[in-house]
């Protein structure tokens, strides 16, 4: 029963490593959004948030309006979570574990981290009349789209490159320019700050990088016993 017992301490490790660092990156956040609070104005906004709004505001468009809606659609959970499950399905299908772990780990992982940062910090959003999505009553600090937009779309990059065995530059960069976007929209819709959407591009680097880490190391564990059978 050795290999139960590894089995289980290297599992119970790597739980462990990855609470611990959910833990950090949590904290993290959620003392960089009550330091950001110091330098905010009443309605919630800094120098820099409002220059940037204001200017998006005075330049709004027709065509930059649909691509905007268009952008916040695609970062919306409507759309990730079915997007999820279908590869995290097909990756079941073969075998793929630990990448379909990696993939739900990201994913679930950066909606729990904006969702607790948010019901701690409670950040205004910008003021309602300018909105052009209704959000209802939550609360702007991190921006959830941008976090779960770029923590999936990374993740399903990095997925995507190891299960083909491809090279994974060209799945990091497609998901940067689609997060940047979904990113953009927020603040053209107005409803979230600059400093709110670069939060939650922050939080969502930070945790698929963590998670990406601890996926490879799984990966090069179970080829060390391959690798010594080759051996004998």
Not at 44 to 58: E, K, L, P
Not at 72 to 84: A, D, F, K, R
């Amino acid at each position: 029963m050795a290999w139960l017992a590894a089995w289980t301490t290297t599992r119970t490790r790597l739980i462990s490593v990855i609470v611990g660092w959910f833990g950090a990156v949590l904290v993290c956040a959620i003392v960089g959004g009550e330091l950001l609070g110091l330098t905010e104005r009443p309605d919630g906004s800094t120098g820099f948030d409002s220059s940037i709004t204001s200017w998006m505001v005075a330049h709004r468009t027709s065509g930059w309006t649909g691509l905007a809606r268009v952008l916040s659609t695609l970062g919306s959970q409507p759309v990730l979570i079915p997007l999820v499950a279908a590869v995290a399905l097909a990756l079941l299908a073969r075998r793929r574990l630990v990448l379909t772990g990696s993939l739900i780990v990201v994913w679930g992982g950066a909606i729990l981290l904006y969702t607790l940062t948010k019901h701690v910090v409670h950040r205004p959003r910008p003021p309602s009349d300018i909105w052009l999505t209704d959000v209802g009553k939550s609360t702007a600090f991190p921006s959830g789209h941008a976090t779960q937009s770029l923590a999936t779309f990374l993740a399903l990059g990095l997925v995507g490159a190891a299960w083909m065995s491809k090279p994974a530059w060209p799945g990091r960069a497609l998901a940067l320019v689609l997060a940047g976007g979904v990113g953009w929209s927020r603040v053209y819709l107005g409803v979230h700050w600059t400093t709110d959407v670069m939060a939650g591009w922050l939080i969502a680097a930070l945790w698929t990088a963590i998670i990406s880490l601890a996926g490879s190391a799984v990966l090069s564990e179970r080829r060390r016993p391959e690798s010594r059978v080759d051996q004998r």
